[in-house]
């Protein structure tokens, strides 16, 4: 059953032009011109229930513009978008029942308080019958570790605990899809691990859907079976992160470590990626010519020490897809 | 259900407030001492200014420190109950005011009831420098008085809302509005210290009828020390409408708050 589905949602800023300098701002004082800037372009996806997504794109890409109007604080310039079947921007206290929301750099948490009185507040917001909150809370602690920190004030806690007691505030009263962005912004390895651990736990034990917006690709990696791409305002791609790797992988780098330095090196098929003393990066296309064959053919021109193979990752695919864009004829329309 | 969830929601406020000022015990007491410095100093500069005159428009030094101290305990209840409000243009501008619409209770609730460092200091000062005048005024404290003495506070209180709501409601157009609160609250502070009959017609017909500042104190005052009629021909008992005129006020500003909130989920800021 679909919970989110978005058709043809538009939203367009109206923004004041701004000129550089002292100069400029000045000027704007006197006289302002407006320039229309298309954030969200004809978004179309839908969800289902329980479903794990990765939101992702560049920056002004127009990932939160869709979480805004997904959670009802923006209301659409045009299309259609329904959530757990509230209209967000029409009721938008009754779609706040239904989620939480978690945005990665700024904390919900009162900073001069210890955790405990946060989450108190929470539970009188969303009215948690005490029974409810009190098992939440104490599932929460168990899985983040939140015990050794509950009674401490939120200014003495590390960036990863007062996320831990962020993401532990989002969840309190049971919402049906949680809105995640950036949620591992800056933070260090164990940390991430510990958040990761708690999405996909959610996820799994308690049927939560959940949206992530990242730029940490490992995220996706680690987490979400799906991923929609955007860019400029468009979905640009939506399915298995699967795919996105087979459409989009299709160059391979061939790492030679060449026995002497090479006067000029050229291997057809390949071309030079970079070149570090006797260590070359070769790129080639993997639908073209095997590993096996570029191989040979560097063999029966040079005398090498070392070969390796890099399988591109997902942090370079979809670099490449920032930026070229998606004139590839590879690219999967949503399915 | 959603007013009890409500008055959960604000119990839970109050203790946040209150817990967060202990926290920092130092700034507290300087906080508390300040207050009886700062507002000590106002009356006392005041003293100075209108001792001079034995009486202004009839209105002699006695009645003026009752006039002041009415504003004075409307002004501190607003102070104490709304003055989060006034940080709306903060969140409009550091992005945190996007968190009160992902939560399920009206914006202007939660506005209301963010936990600020809010502590009851000035009410308690203006409370007993209201006392303290209300005997100086020889004003008769009869039943009347006390049932409508603490409805004029409250209606004076919405009055001081009902301003910070239409300045913070400019933000969502403007998101920075400090000069605009700036040139009310300085506004404020001159109109209310004297009777409204020492200024001209215009300036009388705003403070009455556009921006109430005169049901805050000065009607009721009038009513409350037999002055008779005023400038404007209301009649003495416009003095006790002052509830109904916070009332009044507060609902407008609302209307337009939803407005300017209707504009901001429309354009973002």
């Known amino acids: 059953m679909a919970i989110i589905e978005a058709a043809d949602l538009r939203k367009v800023f109206r923004r004041i032009v701004r000129r550089p300098g002292i100069g400029g701002a000045v000027r704007a004082l006197f006289s302002r011109e407006y320039e229309d800037k298309i954030a969200v372009d004809g978004v179309n996806f839908t969800l289902a229930e329980g479903e794990l997504v990765g939101y992702l794109g560049p920056?002004?890409?127009?990932?939160?513009?869709?979480?805004?109007?997904?959670?009802?604080?923006?209301?659409?310039?045009?299309?259609?978008?329904?959530?757990?079947?509230?209209?967000?921007?029409?009721?938008?206290?009754?779609?706040a029942e239904n989620i939480g929301v978690v945005f990665g750099q700024r904390s919900?948490?009162?900073?001069?308080?210890?955790?405990?009185?946060s989450f108190e507040l929470l539970r009188a917001i969303y009215d948690v019958p005490r029974n409810r909150y009190l098992e939440n809370l104490a599932h929460f602690s168990a899985i983040l570790d939140l015990e050794r920190f509950l009674d401490t004030p939120v200014r003495q806690l590390s960036l990863g605990e007062r996320m831990r007691g962020d993401f532990a505030a989002a969840m309190l009263h049971d919402p049906k899809i949680v809105y995640l962005d950036e949620p591992t912004i800056g933070l260090d390895v164990v940390a991430k691990e510990a958040i990761r651990e708690f999405i996909t736990r959610v996820n799994r034990e308690r049927g939560t859907t959940v949206i992530l917006t990242?730029?940490?690709?490992?995220?996706?990696?680690?987490?979400?079976?799906?991923?929609?791409?955007?860019?400029?305002?468009?979905?640009?791609?939506?399915?298995?992160?699967?795919?996105?790797?087979?459409?989009?992988?299709?160059?391979?780098?061939?790492?030679?470590?060449?026995?002497?330095?090479?006067?000029?090196?050229?291997?057809?098929?390949?071309?030079?990626?970079?070149?570090?003393?006797?260590v070359v990066r070769l790129r080639f296309d993997r639908r073209k010519l095997s590993a096996e064959a570029i191989i040979r053919r560097v063999m029966e021109r040079y005398p090498i020490s070392d070969v390796s193979i890099i399988e591109p990752d997902i942090d370079t695919i979809v670099r490449r897809i920032y930026v070229e864009g998606y004139q590839h004829g590879a690219v999967g329309a949503p399915s | 259900m959603r007013w009890r969830r409500m008055a959960g929601v604000y119990r839970q406020y109050w203790r946040i407030n209150i817990?967060?000022?202990?926290?920092?015990?130092?700034?507290?007491?300087?906080?508390?001492?300040?207050?009886?410095?700062?507002?000590?100093?106002?009356?006392?500069?005041?003293?100075?200014?209108?001792?001079?005159?034995?009486?202004?428009?009839?209105?002699s030094f006695?009645?003026?420190?009752?006039?002041?101290?009415?504003?004075?305990?409307?002004h501190a209840l607003h102070n104490t109950l709304f003055s989060t409000v006034g940080e709306v243009p903060d969140h409009i501008r550091n992005g945190e005011f996007d968190r009160l619409l992902v939560r399920p209770l009206d914006t202007l609730f939660q506005a209301i009831a963010t936990p600020?460092?809010?502590?009851?200091?000035?009410?308690?000062?203006?409370?007993?420098?209201?006392?303290?005048?209300?005997?100086?005024?020889?004003?008769?404290?009869?039943?009347?008085?006390?049932?409508?003495?603490?409805?004029?506070?409250?209606?004076?209180?919405?009055?001081?809302?009902g301003i910070n709501l239409i300045i913070s409601t400019a933000a969502f157009w403007f998101v920075k509005v400090d000069a605009l609160r700036w040139i009310f609250v300085q506004l404020e502070q001159e109109f209310t210290r004297y009777p409204v009959t020492i200024y001209t017609r215009g300036v009388r017909f705003v403070l009455t009828f556009v921006f109430p500042f005169a049901f805050m104190n000065y009607f009721p005052a009038r009513y409350f020390l037999h002055k008779g009629m005023s400038g404007l021909g209301l009649p003495p008992v416009a003095g006790l409408l002052t509830p109904a005129i916070g009332i009044v006020f507060v609902a407008l500003a609302y209307v337009f708050w939803r407005f300017g909130l209707n504009r901001y989920q429309g354009v973002g800021h």
Do not use: C
């Not at chain 1, 989009?248 to 570090?276: C, K, M, Q, W």
């Not at chain 2, 007993?128 to 004029?152: C, E, K, N, Q, R």
């Open chain 1, 59 to 95: 920056n002004g890409a127009g990932k939160s513009t869709t979480i805004k109007i997904l959670t009802g604080i923006l209301v659409p310039t045009s299309g259609s978008v329904r959530v757990a079947g509230i209209v967000p921007y029409q009721r938008r206290q009754e779609n």
């Open chain 1, 108 to 117: 919900q948490l009162y900073w001069d308080l210890p955790l405990r009185e």
């Open chain 1, 214 to 278: 990242t730029h940490d690709l490992a995220d996706v990696e680690r987490l979400t079976p799906r991923v929609i791409l955007i860019d400029e305002g468009r979905v640009i791609f939506d399915g298995a992160l699967q795919r996105l790797r087979t459409e989009y992988g299709t160059h391979r780098t061939l790492v030679v470590t060449f026995a002497e330095a090479p006067t000029n090196i050229d291997v057809p098929g390949t071309e030079i990626e970079s070149r570090e003393g006797l």
């Open chain 2, 19 to 59: 817990l967060t000022t202990l926290e920092y015990r130092e700034n507290f007491v300087v906080w508390f001492a300040f207050t009886f410095v700062y507002h000590g100093s106002s009356i006392a500069a005041l003293w100075i200014v209108l001792s001079r005159f034995p009486s202004m428009n009839g209105w």
């Open chain 2, 62 to 74: 006695r009645d003026m420190a009752f006039l002041y101290a009415l504003w004075m305990v409307a």
């Open chain 2, 116 to 161: 600020g460092q809010v502590f009851p200091d000035e009410l308690v000062l203006a409370i007993v420098t209201f006392v303290a005048a209300t005997i100086y005024a020889g004003v008769h404290v009869d039943a009347m008085f006390l049932t409508f003495i603490p409805l004029i506070f409250i209606g004076g209180a919405l009055i001081d809302l």
